[in-house]
């Protein structure tokens, strides 16, 4: 499908498109629902009257409590699913997601480091975050490069530096101080907590920041699934593209870590969802924007509820969808390679 | 007259020199063919004709201009190239496969044009894809796979078309079938082709121009007439061969000389 805008084409997959308003829908009416359930049931009347600004008694619960965490949810979400979609184009493997291959692992020792050395600041962490991941993902690009990006070596090296930067952090903990450590743990867990407008700022900025990045990724991933002489034949740089991508992602993923934790699993479900969904080649950004969004917002509702009056961190919930899902996709990775690894 | 040509050029792999001073004109509207013995640096060469492969001295000029400095898209509207194993995304469609060929006509803000549109069903239909566009790349027969890519090849609508080995994997219906393709194209836009064939026969067969490559070195080129000899076969391949006229087309054929048997029989 072609959409024209002045002298402007854009291509739209029809069916993608479909899709993303579906899931738009689905999502505004979890994000209500997510606003009216709670300790205190609250109307969805008086939800949509807080949201548009009109005075309303729920005011506090709704406006001060609910809906800044739940925005953080979304956004965090949000960049979780598209980190792991550019993350596993790039890889050209499912496996590939910044919670699998060290991203998220080093975002938390670099996190978990500067908390027990007294950082406790919410907005400062996330930076320190986006430090770790960026410098994990570094070392990882670099081990796997051997006069080019193999796929499966990238993800082969990032499962070890995933491995060995989890135990740096675990130093880390049982170094640090016994109230810190726990705070710590918690924040590992993948949480959203607390959290509140203060950390809608900092991830609204930098997420805002990586809009024109992610415009520019949407389209320069197209030609990252074919491989080098195919692409240059295009006249596409492809190392430069996957340099890109992966740099987008990682970044992406890091500060959705900073703030939230690593909420484990969202990036690895929501690009592979958003892709059976949509039946395209490559992965859909926005769908899996949209889908990582849900996934964590439906996650902290049940997490807030399930065992109420105690609060599940959300990374729980994710880790209990998602780790049944990693190992289907390993096992079928290991009975269909055959079929589906020959030509792909 | 020739757009595409090499000067002085050698090629190597670290440092293992491939090609060594090579200087090729590929003369423009015909259907050059390189052939020679495995590792005699063919396959090299043609990469280094379509920039896949960075020159280790001399170099590759299009229209005058050292490939090196012609920005990687531009060349790419010139010149088409098909890599010997191509790999496409995962679960691509052949509609969608084939549209990819139009990447170098578009940029951000201009992804689709009702040229892009045209090129994309032309090079559908000439290679008689069109039926299969809604299928997925992945489960297609070799030969179906094959027409695709050279579609979108096509779909790049580049004067000048690469093909490195365009039919490995295919059984020889299907070889048959691309071949006549890439001579019909040849023949109808006027599209400069370069190919590495496998089989000398073949390369006899469809060539206006075929250079013959040894370790690195041209070792004659011409009409296949003109140089396809016993002598040829000989020094190149090092194989004894009888070369007589192709009962069908007239062109060169070699015949191999005698297989080995049990002696006594």
Known sequence: MVLRAGRGTFLVHRRAAVVAGALAVLLAVTCVAYLCVGENFVSPGEVIKVILGQPSPDELVVGTLRLPRMVVGLLVGAAFGVAGALIQTVARNPLASPDIIGISQGASAVTVGAMTFGVSSYTVLPYLSVVGGILAAGLVYVFAWRGGLHATRFVLIGIGFAIALRSVTQLFLTKGDYLVAQQAQIWMTGSLNGRGWNEVSVLGWVLLAMVPAVLWAARAQRTAGMDDDTAIALGVRLGRVRLGLVVVGVVLASVATGTAGPVDFVALLAPQIARRMTRTAQIPLLCSALLGAFIVVFGDLLARRLLSPTELPVGVLTAAVGAPYLIWLLVRGRTGSSSGGGTA | ?265
Request: charged residues 25%; contains cysteine; proline residues 6%.
């Open chain 2, 1 to 265: 007259m020739s757009r595409l040509a090499a000067r002085g050029l050698t090629l190597a792999y670290d440092d293992r020199v491939v090609v060594e001073e090579l200087e090729l004109a590929v003369p423009d509207g015909q259907v050059t063919v390189i052939v020679g013995p495995n590792a005699c640096g063919k396959s090299t060469t043609l990469r280094a004709l379509g920039r896949l492969l960075k020159p280790r001295g001399g170099a590759v000029l299009l229209d005058g201009v050292e490939l090196a400095r012609i920005p990687t898209k531009k060349i790419a509207q010139a010149i088409g190239l098909l890599p010997q194993s191509p790999v496409a995304p995962e679960a691509i469609t052949v509609a969608d496969l084939v549209a990819r060929g139009r990447q170098p006509h578009q940029s951000w803000w201009q992804q689709w044009s009702e040229a892009d549109e045209k090129a994309v069903s032309d090079a559908m239909e000439r290679t008689d894809v069109a039926s299969l566009a809604e299928r997925s790349v992945d489960e297609l027969s070799g030969g179906q796979r094959q027409r695709v890519w050279i579609a979108m090849a096509l779909a790049q609508e580049t004067d000048l078309l690469l093909l490195d080995e365009p039919t490995t994997f295919l059984d020889i219906a299907h070889q048959v079938e691309v071949l006549d393709l890439v001579r019909q194209l040849n023949h109808e836009r006027g599209r400069t082709v370069v190919a590495v064939l496998h089989d000398l026969n073949q390369a006899a067969r469809y060539a206006d121009h075929l250079v013959a490559m040894k370790a690195g070195r041209v070792v004659a080129e011409g009409h296949p007439k003109e140089i396809v000899t016993a002598e040829l076969v000989r020094e190149v391949f090092g194989l004894e061969a009888v070369v007589v006229p192709d009962p069908v087309t007239g062109s060169p054929l070699v015949v191999p000389g005698t297989p080995w048997a049990a002696p006594g029989m």
